[in-house]
């Protein structure tokens, strides 16, 4: 079982920047496929951002350039960086363990 907890969610107004933090416990020994998604209301869930533990990232087409994703490996904690935010990056994100484990989510407003 494995246990992630979110922080660092809240509102900004646009352009602003945000930092998201996730800390995994319980029967995980590596960042390795760690990742966000958001929600947006009205819409599906979808991916920002995964890394691995080699450091190989991949994000959104609408974040790119303006989120990074990073990890802690002796912490077992990623981070999102969250720059430039716009009124679309509105929306709940959650941390992910390959898809499989799920945080419960974390609020992100970004007001124009």
């Given at each position: 079982?494995?246990?992630l907890v979110?922080?660092?969610?809240?509102?900004v107004?646009?352009?602003?920047?945000?930092?998201?933090?996730?800390?995994?416990?319980?029967?995980?020994?590596?960042?390795?496929g760690m990742?966000w998604?958001?929600?947006?209301?009205?819409?599906?869930?979808?991916?920002v951002?995964r890394?691995t533990?080699?450091?190989s990232?991949?994000?959104?087409?609408s974040?790119k350039?303006?989120f990074t994703?990073?990890?802690d490996?002796?912490k077992?904690?990623?981070y999102?960086?969250?720059n430039s935010l716009?009124?679309?990056?509105?929306?709940?994100?959650?941390?992910?363990?390959?898809?499989?484990?799920?945080g419960?989510g974390?609020?992100?407003?970004?007001?124009?």
């Amino acid at each position: 079982q494995v246990h992630l907890v979110e922080s660092g969610g809240g509102l900004v107004q646009s352009g602003g920047s945000l930092r998201l933090s996730c800390a995994a416990s319980g029967s995980i020994f590596s960042i390795n496929g760690m990742g966000w998604y958001r929600q947006a209301p009205g819409k599906q869930r979808e991916l920002v951002a995964r890394i691995t533990s080699e450091g190989s990232t991949n994000y959104a087409d609408s974040v790119k350039d303006r989120f990074t994703i990073s990890g802690d490996k002796s912490k077992n904690t990623v981070y999102l960086q969250m720059n430039s935010l716009k009124s679309e990056d509105t929306g709940i994100y959650y941390c992910t363990v390959r898809s499989v484990w799920w945080g419960q989510g974390t609020q992100v407003t970004v007001s124009s």
